[in-house]
């Protein structure tokens, strides 16, 4: 049998299996749809001990699927905000399932009206590779605590990694209530044409868009995460040493690999040799070496890394200066897919680096002359899903806040909006659309059904026919003004 036949029939199993399981999950939502806070909070409970008692197994697995990734990495930036996600769902879950009461007009007196969160039944969630332990808990603890049903499908690319999470959801969860689905591409492909009741997505924002396509054949609601090109400001007066030490802890991790990292910066024109020396300083102090340094990640797969440096020689070729920073002068080009930070100075709106979302230890540093023409030029492109500003000035602060919109945004800092619990996670334009993390998670995966309940007193039967009466037209003078 030749490799492409097994490929195929390998995918149709996968496809197969994936029809058989949403449809065990329908069926089982059906017969229980709306589990109790008990259900909920023990379904939390048995991730977060599944997470805990395998924390090495899945550090382990992500480490081979990257070839190196940092342990403390993953710890930091994976399992910390997943068990804490949990834990947050689970100190408030009691509250967030309340109906909650809203006020009746006195046109509608006596009545009363509440807001009833019910889950919206079988949840799709497709996983990245870059963060997937964090990308796929994450969404599965905002759906249980929905009290929804969930498929996960894991990304080809990690493969270890998506090996493992099945073994383990299969050991802890009944198959209709969370299922991981593996496979290639075709198999993604198919998982997205499942009418859903609610399918989530992170990843690039043109697979995207194919998401969103299949998923309107269904009019299956979707929450979509995606990236683009997340600016850095860096203003006139902050000091650089802050600034800069922020900046390369937030692009450096994973590599770069990370959704929410700076893409660009955009730095004061009489500023700029500062930012480099100061920059090549904080990541030195971070990675004095890079080679056999298990504190710095690889890039993915030998795909994504030529890609990078693809990225390089498109802008080197049109005339951009590349700083490259590699504090012990290592020869890295010997196939381990370790790649040192450059910079990109002086980039131009014809160069890749400007155009795509980088996604690895690329930095394009962009000069301007004010604040105003910093903010226009972020203005003038898609709407980022994260926008980072520095400087201490706090009027300043407020009219970079107030005048830019991004999916969220850091004050003198990077990337730690992302692990707030009580605040909303999502893009806005080309960077997604829709929310989760904490209620917004919850939220996400609920339907609010109004519920307006009258009892035995009926007063709107003053307003039935025959009309033209006295009491309509007092009725009219009331409420109609």
């Known amino acids: 049998m030749t490799a492409n036949v ?36 023990e379904n939390l409970k048995r991730l977060k001990r599944l997470l805990l008692d395998n924390e090495d197994r ?28 949990i834990n947050y769902a689970l100190k408030h879950l009691a509250e967030w399932m309340k109906p909650s009461r809203r006020s009746v007009s006195m046109l509608f007196q006596p009545a009363s009206n ?35 049903r969930a498929m996960i ?43 859903f009741d609610h399918l989530l997505f992170t990843g690039s924002t043109a697979v995207g868009r194919h998401v969103m396509r299949a998923a309107a054949e269904n009019l299956t609601p979707v929450t979509l995460e995606l990236g683009g090109k997340s600016p850095a400001i860096v203003s006139d007066d902050v000091p650089m040493r802050d600034a800069t030490e922020r900046l390369a802890f937030g692009k450096a991790v994973n590599a770069g690999q990370t959704c929410v990292a700076p893409d660009y910066v955009l730095c004061p024109a009489d500023r700029l040799q500062t930012f480099i020396d100061e920059f090549r300083t904080r990541l030195a102090s971070m990675y004095p070496t890079l080679r056999d340094n ?10 994504h890394y030529q890609r990078l440096n693809g990225l390089l020689e498109d802008a080197r ?40 979302e980088i996604f690895g230890p690329i930095l394009p540093v962009v000069t301007y002359a004010s604040l105003d023409q910093a903010l226009d030029y972020i203005n003038d492109r898609p709407r980022p899903l994260a926008l980072y500003y520095f400087g201490y000035e706090k009027d300043a602060q407020d009219y970079v806040t107030r005048n830019t919109h991004a999916g969220g945004m850091c004050i003198n800092d990077t990337l ?54 006295p009491f309509h037209k007092m009725v009219y003078r009331m409420f109609i003004r």
């Open 294 to 303: 298990n504190d710095y990640t690889a890039i993915i797969n030998e795909r």
């Open 6 to 41: 097994v490929h195929l029939t390998e995918s149709k199993k996968q496809i197969q299996q994936t029809a058989r399981i949403f449809e065990e999950q329908r069926q089982a939502f059906r017969r229980n749809p709306d589990p109790s806070l008990t259900e909920r909070r």
């Open 153 to 195: 499908k894991m990304s080809e690319f990690t493969p270890h990694f998506s090996a493992l999470i099945k073994e383990l959801i299969e050991d802890r969860f009944p198959q209709d209530l969370v299922s991981v689905i593996n496979g290639d591409a075709d198999v993604a492909a198919d998982f997205t044409t499942r009418p």
């Open 317 to 356: 070729s049109k005339g951009a200066k590349i700083v490259e920073i590699n504090p012990a002068a290592e020869n890295l080009g010997d196939g381990g897919r370790k790649m040192a930070m450059h910079l990109v100075l002086n980039p131009t709106e014809d160069m890749r680096v400007m155009q795509e």
């Open 416 to 469: 730690m909006h992302v692990a707030q619990d009580d605040l909303p996670f999502g893009g806005v334009g080309e960077s997604g659309m829709g929310h989760y993390h904490g209620k917004e998670g919850f939220l996400t995966f609920s339907h609010a059904k109004s519920v307006y309940s009258r009892q035995r007193i009926n007063s709107g039967r003053f307003v039935y026919p025959p009309y033209n009466t």
């Open 58 to 85: 899945l550090i382990e697995a992500v480490d081979r699927d990257f070839s190196c990734r940092s342990a403390d990495e993953t710890r930091i930036a994976e399992q910390m905000p997943s068990v804490q996600g």
């Open 114 to 148: 509440k807001v009833h969160y019910q889950p919206v039944g079988v949840v799709g969630i497709i996983v990245p590779w870059n963060y997937p332990l964090m990308l796929s808990m994450g969404p599965l603890t905002a759906a249980l605590a929905a009290g929804n």
